[in-house]
């Protein structure tokens, strides 16, 4: 018998930045109906209040999760791995319970530890950020075709995965399931690769020598939009960087060997294949409408 999905009639999100502020909006709007539980400091309570059915501090976790039908956590990775035993004690059987961590292989293999019976764990990640954090920069349409990635432990039941894809569809996201491994993986290329690459460029014209306030000066557009991430403070990428750095390694050493062919190809005027490639690669991207 195929079950029904789930309507998830009081949700919790705990953690109030930028991706569960931009939850909140997204669900109060989407579900007026719901009931809307917040957890997170005194201050984002206060600009977060008219948002929320019910608001608490970290310390009440217990109490604020009790009978939600649908938690997720969007704290930084630390403490999402920090959460996970008390808040597989204290979800309701039945209860599923998501993140939103930039890595996800950590995450997964702390919560088999914990998530045992009927309380479910599934790892997931919006790739909706923004250079910039917080509750004030959270948007209620920072989902909408955006990827979404859920990666389902082995024990995860079909029928709630079909459930959180559907409500996550709803809120406009595009839902692709992947192993942790095989995520962590490909947003080590990008992701995380593209921040390193946009801190080391601004870095970059302030070498030994270069002209940097000229430079700045005259940026462009183009800079601009490459160098966009190197706005995103260090707190962000610490966990992320930490959590996924054998596979950032990797790309690492990969995008300097391709910078060694890309400089042979230019000593050699032999660019036009890198280019036509890098066009037709474009032209496949999903972006934003």
């Avoid at 894809?165 to 990008?190: C, M, Y």
Wanted: net charge neutral.
């Amino acid at each position: 018998m195929t079950k029904t999905l789930l309507p998830f009639q009081k949700i919790a999100v705990v953690g109030l930045g930028l991706i569960g502020g931009s939850l909140v909006k997204r669900l109060r709007h989407l579900k007026p109906d719901c009931k809307l539980i917040g957890v997170d400091f005194r201050s984002v309570i206060s600009a977060a209040r008219d948002y929320l059915d019910e608001s608490y501090a970290p310390e009440d976790l217990a109490h604020a999760l009790r009978g939600a039908d649908l938690v997720f956590l969007a704290t930084p990775i630390n403490v999402i791995l920090d959460l996970l035993p008390d808040v597989a004690h204290s979800v309701k059987p039945g209860a599923i319970v998501t993140d939103v961590g930039s890595t996800k292989n950590f995450i997964a293999a702390q919560a088999q530890k914990y998530f045992t019976g009927e309380r479910y764990f599934i790892g997931g990640h919006p790739m909706a950020g923004r250079e910039k954090g917080g509750w004030e920069n959270s948007h209620a349409h920072l989902f909408e075709n955006a990827a979404y990635v859920l990666t389902p432990l082995p024990n995860f039941p079909a029928h709630l995965l079909e459930s959180l894809k559907n409500f996550l569809q709803t809120a406009g996201a595009r839902v692709i399931t992947l192993e942790p491994a095989s995520h962590d993986r490909i947003v080590a290329d990008i992701s995380h690769l593209p921040q390193l690459l946009a801190v080391t460029l601004m870095n970059f014209i302030a070498r030994e020598n270069a002209p940097s306030e000229l430079c700045l000066q005259l940026a462009g557009g183009g800079f601009r939009d490459m160098t966009r991430l190197a706005a995103s403070p260090f707190g962000i990428w610490q966990d992320i960087l930490a959590s996924n750095h054998a596979n950032i390694r990797q790309s690492l050493r990969e995008f300097i060997d391709v910078l060694q062919g890309l400089a042979h190809d230019f000593d050699n005027k032999n660019l036009e294949a890198n280019l036509r490639q890098a066009n037709q690669l474009r032209e496949l991207m999903v972006l934003p409408q």
